[in-house]
């Protein structure tokens, strides 16, 4: 079973999206989207500075066999992006919710925020999902 | 039957197995209004020896004519082993190496290739080929505008002396994603681009521009130049060069202070036959840093389970049978083939080889050159450093030359009077190692006859 | 068995010297020369000839192996096509040689032509794509053409099945169009409800193979066409699987406006270690005036090529020259030796072979992935029951296979179908090979059952194992660098 942290919110297509306490918002995928794609190799992070707006795809995972897209599960201002994955994209796959966490965000509206799915409702996505 | 080994018990019981009672059966889901009758317009089957000897005759019509033409593709010596190894039925019949290790063959030879290509052309990675030298332009085109992260203008400048056909089927094949090419004259008095001309450019979100040396017209470019000034303009560059002429001249790589970005070409030079135009292939390098952009397939060297090495495809998320509609192009089948003969054919030659054969044809296009300009009413375009190409001016229409040389078994060079009408009556030749002195007279000989009759 | 790079074989000095002309001199102004030469193999003719043919024998190929590789078309490629093809006055013959000395040359490309409109009841050809996917290209960048001449300018969704190959919605990108994908149903048709949905004033055309990937027939495909025709769009032919049809319906006749076919499938020239192909596409009355150029015509005074002055609203060039001419004359060759009634025999004993293994592998105890159907060419097997209970999958039973000297069927593809080998026998293999794959089949699943890991480390027999893709991905070397 992959683990789905309580203190996280989600969206259908798998990532997930951490509100922190100076405001800014942390954005990942998900151990069940990290395990179904396999090991990565390679990971694409957005521009620092780039304007998102909700939904867009924002970043790029890739696994010898697979490659998606990771949207935004908020609109804002790109303010970080995890230079470590260029190195090892394998901590995507070792520390979902941590060390493999993609960028993070200044939101432009955080009422999106509430929008996205807690953990129960994904929960049941990554059920049917197989 | 031929190509179907079937016997009538084999038939009777598959039908059996499948509980069929014909093969007719088999088609049933298809709607009874659509089946076909009898395919009418097909002949009746030839054997073996009956097709040979039709083919023998087709060819026999076009015979084979002294060759002086170039333009983008050239008749070279191939040795006898190139294409004995590669009609091997191990290489002719196999596919792409999707399963790495029925296919190591295939794959070993792909990285010897792409090694080769690299420290031809002084960049770093290779792709495993791509269609011919014309559609890999418009994949470097594509690919300067994915990699150019900052430019957004989709803006590409090349200068008229490239290869016009080139720029057209770049220009059919990027037109759905509104890659604009702006072309530039060439110095009417040199034939070549004048780097001082960029200038107008200056500033400008210019996304990428395409240097070809040798030129179409055979010139060298100042390439240092206009490498410089595109990089300084924040512009990518992107060589189109012959991989051959690559054995005398400084690579890419080398071209101004950092060398280009994307080099494609044309690989035919490299073993493949003229054979009406194709099968050749496409050849294309690039900085590493761009690798990730690249279309076509590439091969990589890893290991296996007990860590011996191998070779397998790889970076297969750039392409379109994992990334779908966002894949960096459409392309699946590459020239695997004709790759093996220019492997085959660089091992062979070496760089020694090479080069020797680009000096060889150097030469016998100056004295092709020296023998045609003493012909009156022919006239040498441009005078410059050149490598196995020029252009020559008539005192009279191309068309009926050529047609008239023809007659006399010489196909006597490319008409350039569609392409550059200002050229006015301009005929491009090319002379290779191939041409002896003595068929060179014979053509002189057939152009004086032919430009003296009236 | 391995044989080292033939980098590691060079020696300084060594040459194939009788391989080099007379000696010259280059001459290049001095900022422009090469000051090192590239370092290319210094290697004798015989370390050449022997380290190639080595490689060579590190392949399977039809010519050595059964390859019932699903969607390829891994048929016996005839000899008599390649010598042929091979003539001096072919090999010789320069793309830009006046007419006059290509009438030989010509004749055949138009007779193929020919041939090609009446197998699939279209009515042009153009030859120049050179590969599969550039005759896809043709065709999209054709419809689009179509829609703008008439001014609808609005129409750029090109509609394409979930179980298509990639290069069509890849293709429909590269054409600037937006792509819409719709559901196949379980019994393997598409969602006829799904297309209606997806059909309106954007709709630019719909990309179809029929037989589909999932080795059926399309049996709704006169509706599929009238409702596509009648919302304004138009029917494009994917010809991968033409082979499982040839000579019993045509893809025209089912009401399609482009096709195009893949030569090294469905005709039968060399798939090259991957190319070349050759993607010739045809097309019907409305599209006639934007084919890609250029193409033969026969007229009063012998054969010509058609360019942009005789065909003003053509799509333009794809190629230097003329698209793949030694593969289009090894297809007329294929053609001609098959003849009318040979030409409607390859789908008929393509079929009885596809269906005859499909029967044999479900008495051996394999799922079906549609058990309900006919095969066309081609059938999925899936073993995900396999890997639910044994924990071995569709990988290792494809790799297996290797070791019993079979290659792979196509595995993972198409995506809709869980663990699915997709096995395409193709009309030229005999019974007894039939027979072979199945007993490895059988063996193979005993194996599964009993030491699964004889699977997973599978192959056992091959020069290397499985290899590491991750690392390949990862720690790119896709270029030798000699240690110092």
């Known amino acids: 079973m992959s683990s789905i942290p309580t203190n996280l919110k989600y969206l259908e297509s798998h990532e997930w999206a951490r509100a922190e306490a100076d405001g800014t918002v942390t954005v990942g995928i998900s151990d069940h989207a990290q395990n179904a794609l396999g090991d990565l190799v390679f990971v694409e992070v957005p521009e620092v500075g780039r304007t998102l707006a909700k939904g867009t795809a924002a970043a790029v995972v890739e696994s010898v066999k697979a490659a998606s897209d990771v949207y935004s599960p908020v609109s804002g201002e790109v303010i970080a992006a995890n230079e470590a994955l260029s190195g090892s994209p394998e901590l995507v796959n070792t520390d979902p919710y941590g060390e493999g966490w993609l960028f993070k965000l200044k939101p432009s509206n955080t009422a999106e925020l509430a929008q996205l799915l807690d953990a129960a409702a994904y929960g049941k996505i990554v059920e049917s999902d197989g | 039957m031929p190509f179907i080994p079937h016997t009538e018990d084999d038939v009777r019981e598959m039908l059996a197995a499948i509980g069929a009672p014909n093969i007719d059966a088999l088609f049933e889901e298809i709607p009874a209004a659509l089946r076909t009758r009898e395919l009418t317009g097909i002949p009746d089957a030839l054997t073996e020896m009956e097709v040979g000897r039709l083919m023998r005759s087709r060819a026999r019509k076009d015979g084979t004519p002294i060759n002086f033409i170039g333009a983008g593709a050239y008749e070279h010596h191939i040795p006898a082993a190139v294409w004995a190894i590669v009609t091997r039925g191990e290489f002719y019949s196999a596919y792409t190496p999707y ?27 290779s792709n495993a080929s791509l269609y011919d030298g014309a559609s890999a332009l418009a994949e470097a085109a594509l ?107 400084k690579p890419p790589g080398e071209w101004g202070s950092k060398g280009v970005d994307i080099v494609v070409g044309e690989g035919q030079p490299l073993g493949v036959p ?43 998320a750039r392409e379109q049978h994992i990334r779908r509609s966002k894949a960096t192009s459409n392309i699946c089948t590459n020239q695997g083939l004709l790759v093996t003969a220019a492997t085959i054919y660089m091992s062979l030659l070496g760089s020694k080889g090479l080069e020797r054969v680009a000096a060889a044809s150097q030469t016998q296009t100056d004295k092709l050159i020296a023998a045609l300009t003493r012909i009156d009413g022919v006239k040498l375009a441009f005078t410059g450093p050149r490598f196995h190409e020029a252009v020559l001016r008539l005192n009279k229409p191309v068309k009926p030359v050529l047609a008239a040389l023809a007659e006399r078994g010489i196909v006597g060079g490319y008409d350039l009077s569609n392409h550059y009408p200002e050229l006015g009556h301009a005929l491009l030749v090319c002379a290779t190692e191939m041409r002896t002195d003595g068929e060179i007279e014979e053509y002189a000989n057939a152009l004086r006859e032919v430009t003296s009759d009236g | 068995m391995s044989e080292p790079l033939i980098f590691t074989q060079s020696r300084s000095g060594r040459s194939a010297a009788g391989q080099y002309p007379h000696e010259a001199a280059a001459r290049v102004p001095e900022k422009l020369r090469r000051k090192k030469p590239a370092a290319l193999p210094e290697v004798s003719e015989l370390q050449a000839v022997r380290h190639f043919t080595r490689l060579s024998q590190l392949n399977f190929s039809i010519d050595t192996h059964f390859y019932p590789l699903g969607s390829c078309t891994m048929k016996y490629n005839p000899r008599a096509c390649n010598q042929f093809a091979m003539l001096p006055e072919f090999l010789g013959r320069h793309p830009l040689a006046p007419d006059a000395v290509s009438q030989g040359f010509l004749e055949c490309m138009f007779e193929l032509q020919e041939m090609l409109k009446e197998v699939t009841g279209m009515k042009g050809v153009s030859l120049t794509p050179m590969a599969g996917a550039q005759g896809e290209f043709a065709g999209v960048a054709m419809i689009r053409a179509y829609h703008r001449a008439r001014g609808d300018l609005e129409r750029n969704e090109i509609i ?49 193979t029929n037989p589909s990937t999932l080795g059926v027939f399309e049996r709704r495909i006169q509706e599929v066409a009238k409702l596509v025709h009648e919302a304004g769009g138009l029917l494009y032919y994917d010809g991968a699987n033409l082979n499982a049809i040839l000579g019993k319906v045509r893809p025209g006749d089912m009401g399609f406006d482009v096709i195009h076919m893949n030569l090294h499938k469905t005709f039968s020239t060399p798939h090259g270690g991957g190319g070349p192909g050759s993607g010739a596409v045809g097309v019907g009355q409305r599209l006639l005036p934007f084919m890609p150029i250029p193409v033969v015509a026969r007229q009063e005074n012998g054969y010509r090529w058609l360019d942009e002055r005789d065909v003003p609203q053509t799509i333009g060039r794809l190629s230097a ?16 030796m098959l003849g009318r009634p040979g030409m ?66 196509t595995t993972y593809f198409p995506l ?62 896709l270029a030798y660098v000699e240690a110092v």
């Open chain 2, 99 to 125: 399963q790495a290790e029925a296919s190591q063959g295939t794959l070993q030879l792909l990285y010897e290739y792409q090694t080769m290509m690299t420290r031809l052309t002084g960049m770093q990675v």
């Open chain 2, 143 to 249: 690919m300067s505008v994915r990699a150019h992260r900052r430019s957004k203008s989709a803006r590409i400048l090349v200068p008229a002396s490239v290869n016009p056909t080139y720029l057209s089927v770049a220009r059919a094949i990027t037109e759905g994603q509104n890659v604009k090419f702006d072309v530039l004259p060439y110095a009417s008095s040199s034939g070549t681009f004048d780097p001082g001309s960029l200038s107008a450019f200056e500033g400008q979100d210019i996304t990428a521009v395409v240097i070809q040396h040798p030129n179409f017209f055979g010139l060298f470019e100042d390439v240092d130049a206009i490498t410089d000034w595109a990089h300084a303009n924040g512009s990518l560059v992107i060589a189109v060069v012959n991989p051959l002429s690559l054995a005398i001249l």
């Open chain 2, 274 to 316: 003229l054979s009406s135009g194709g099968p050749y292939f496409g050849f294309m390098t690039a900085r590493m840093e761009h690798v990730r952009q690249m279309p076509g397939r590439i091969i990589g060297r890893t290991v296996d389970l007990d860590g011996k090495p191998g070779f397998t495809l790889t970076l297969q």
């Open chain 3, 160 to 208: 394409v099945p979930d179980a298509a190959h990639g290069t069509n919605p890849a293709t429909a990108t590269m054409c600037g169009c937006v792509v819409i994908e719709i559901p196949s149903l379980s019994n393997g048709d598409i969602d006829v409800d799904a297309l209606k949905q997806s059909l309106g004033p954007k709709t630019a055309g719909i990309m179809l």
């Open chain 3, 321 to 336: 020259f003329m698209g793949n001419a030694g593969v289009l004359l090894r297809a007329y060759i294929y053609m001609l």
């Open chain 3, 344 to 409: 409607q025999r390859v789908a008929e004993y393509a079929a009885l072979n596809a269906n005859y293994l499909l029967a044999r592998l479900r008495a051996a105890g394999f799922d079906a992935a549609y058990p309900q159907r006919r095969a066309s060419h081609e059938f999925i097997i899936t073993v995900k029951r396999q890997a639910k209970e044994l924990g071995v999958n569709a990988m290792d039973f494809a790799k297996r296979l290797l070791d019993f000297g079979f290659h792979a069927p």
């Open chain 3, 416 to 477: 809709l179908v869980p663990e699915c080998l997709l096995i395409e026998p193709t009309e030229t293999e005999a019974k007894q090979d039939l027979d072979g794959f199945v007993e490895a089949m059988i063996a193979i699943q005993r194996e599964a059952e009993q030491e699964p890991q004889k699977l997973k480390g599978a192959p056992h027999t091959l020069p290397v194992r499985r290899l590491d893709d991750v690392r390949a991905a990862k720690q790119l070397d």
